[in-house]
């Protein structure tokens, strides 16, 4: 079993005769996933590798019956491509796009959630569920269909994880990358939970990042509600006040351990129900 997208997944790409639209769209194709259209203004009607083309998410929809979508479109385009996605009726929206203002992202993801839409992303890779769909910008060759759940604040570190725990016969029920941007949609704390109450997730595998304190609230939630055991990386041990820092700065930077790091999350570890790292 896995959690949010599987075999029912019905994908709409917008923006998909863009050069990443396009691109990312045939992988998804190649990999399996059931990609049912896409759209671009002004261009509906016409197909690219054998999608079907819409002008718009509404006319998308009622024609596919599509459930999720994917964005691929400018930054400055994508808030309004969340909420017009979401007001077509899309219950699950991935955002590819970075760089988009924090105040526009804060507005689409209040609108996605009266909607009954869930929003992942922005500037995040997307997600898999191994064997069944992908919708995203993944490397689907590393992924392994199996039973270990996996939530990452960090595109890369995933894949370079998951690669260790293919290696090693550990497959994934479904990997999510959420984004590393200060607001995104689905968090760890949602994503923690369908894990839990997935039957078929035994284990569960968190990539988090210093800064914020995003980490500290899934610490505390493990601790109460979760049952499987779960494995942690929090990439970096310190950073400035205040600020949230990338995958990559982070593990460079900083030689003493932050309050932030070093407080919940060493709570959680002998005593919680589930095992840490």
Avoid: W
Avoid at 174 to 193: K, M, N, S, Y
């Amino acid at each position: 079993m896995s959690i949010l997208i599987d075999k029912s997944t019905r994908l709409i790409v917008q923006g998909i005769t863009g050069r990443d639209g396009l691109f990312h769209a045939k992988k998804m194709k190649e990999y399996g996933t059931n990609v049912v259209g896409g759209t671009s203004p002004g261009k509906g009607g016409t197909d690219v590798d054998g999608i079907p083309v819409f002008n718009t998410m509404y006319d998308a929809v009622e024609q596919t019956k599509a459930n999720t979508s994917i964005i691929f479109v400018p930054a400055r385009f994508a808030a309004d491509a969340i909420m017009e996605a979401a007001d077509a009726g899309i219950r699950i929206i991935v955002c590819i796009a970075e760089g988009i203002p924090t105040l526009d992202v804060i507005k689409a993801h209040q609108f996605a959630e009266q909607k009954g839409a869930m929003l992942i992303g922005p500037n995040c890779p997307g997600l898999i569920s191994p064997g069944k769909s992908m919708v995203g910008i993944l490397p689907g060759q590393v992924f392994l269909e199996g039973n270990v759940g996996v939530i990452s604040r960090s595109g890369t570190l995933t894949y370079e994880i998951v690669y260790h725990l293919t290696a090693n016969g550990m497959g994934q029920s479904t990997a999510i990358g959420i984004g590393g941007d200060p607001v995104v949609g689905l968090h760890f704390r949602q994503l923690l939970e369908m894990f839990q109450n997935d039957p078929e997730t035994e284990a569960i595998v968190l990539i988090g990042e210093i800064g914020g304190n995003a980490e500290e609230q899934a610490a505390e939630y493990i601790r109460n509600n979760v049952t499987k055991p779960v494995v942690a990386f929090i990439a970096g041990q310190s950073a400035p006040p205040g600020k949230q820092m990338g995958h990559a700065g982070a593990i460079i930077s900083g030689t003493s351990a932050s309050r932030a790091i070093s407080g919940p999350c060493r709570r959680a570890r002998p005593s919680s129900r589930a095992s840490r790292s």
